[in-house]
C-alpha cells in the first residue's frame, strides 16, 4: 500500500513539473515522500541543476583539481625556420680627423757623399810591363776604379785592383819590345764614406 501511494505521489510530481507548477508539488511532497535511490536522470531535465543547488562538500569536491595525469612523450622537434636576408649595406662614413704627426725616426747611418775621380800615370817607358797607383785625397776611400795604356795600340791592361782602403793599382803588358815609349794610367772613383 505504501509502495503504490508512494508510485502515485512520483507521478504526480512528474505531471507537476511537465506542467511547470513546481510550487505546488513542494506543497505536496517532502523529502520523508521520496525513497533513496528512486529518482535518476531520467526524471531531471537536463540542465536544471546547477551547481549552487548543491550542498557545500559537494561543491568542493566538484571544483577540487584531480590528480595530474601522466608526463605525456616529448614532441618531434620541429624544422628549422628559413635564414633571414641580410639588409643592405650602410652608406660609408665620414672621413676621421687626421692623427696627429708620429715622433722623428731614429738618425740613420751617415751616407756616402763627396764623389770625386782621380787619375795618375806611370812615367813613359819602352818598357813592357808598366804600373800606375792612384791614392784617393785625405779622408776619402776608393770605392772602385780601372785603368788604360797609351803609347802602344797593342799594349793592354792586365790587372786592375785595389790596393787598401784609398788606393787603385792598375798593370799593363806590351807584347814585345819596340822600342817605343808608352804609359798606363789608372783611374779612381772616391767618396767620403760615414762611420
Request: net charge positive.
Amino acid at each position: 500500500m505504501k509502495k503504490a501511494a508512494i508510485a502515485a505521489t512520483l507521478t504526480g510530481v512528474v505531471v507537476l513539473l511537465a506542467t511547470g507548477l513546481p510550487a505546488q508539488a513542494a506543497r505536496l511532497i517532502g523529502g520523508r515522500d521520496i525513497r533513496n535511490g528512486t529518482i535518476t536522470r531520467a526524471d531531471v531535465r537536463k540542465g536544471s541543476l546547477t551547481l549552487d543547488r548543491l550542498s557545500r562538500g559537494t561543491q568542493r569536491l566538484i571544483r577540487q583539481p584531480g590528480p595530474a595525469g601522466p608526463r605525456g612523450p616529448r614532441g618531434m622537434k620541429g624544422d628549422r625556420g628559413a635564414r633571414g636576408l641580410s639588409g643592405p649595406r650602410g652608406a660609408t662614413g665620414p672621413r676621421g680627423l687626421r692623427g696627429a704627426a708620429g715622433a722623428p725616426g731614429a738618425r740613420g747611418a751617415p751616407g756616402v757623399s763627396g764623389y770625386q775621380l782621380v787619375h795618375a800615370a806611370s812615367a813613359e817607358s819602352a818598357e813592357l810591363r808598366q804600373t800606375a797607383q792612384v791614392n784617393c785625397p785625405a779622408g776619402k776611400v776608393v770605392l772602385g776604379g780601372g785603368g788604360s795604356a797609351s803609347g802602344r795600340d797593342d799594349a793592354a791592361v792586365t790587372a786592375s785592383y785595389p790596393l787598401g782602403s784609398g788606393t787603385w793599382v792598375v798593370v799593363a803588358q806590351a807584347p814585345a819590345p819596340t822600342g817605343a815609349a808608352w804609359s798606363v794610367t789608372a783611374h779612381a772613383t772616391c767618396a767620403a764614406v760615414g762611420a
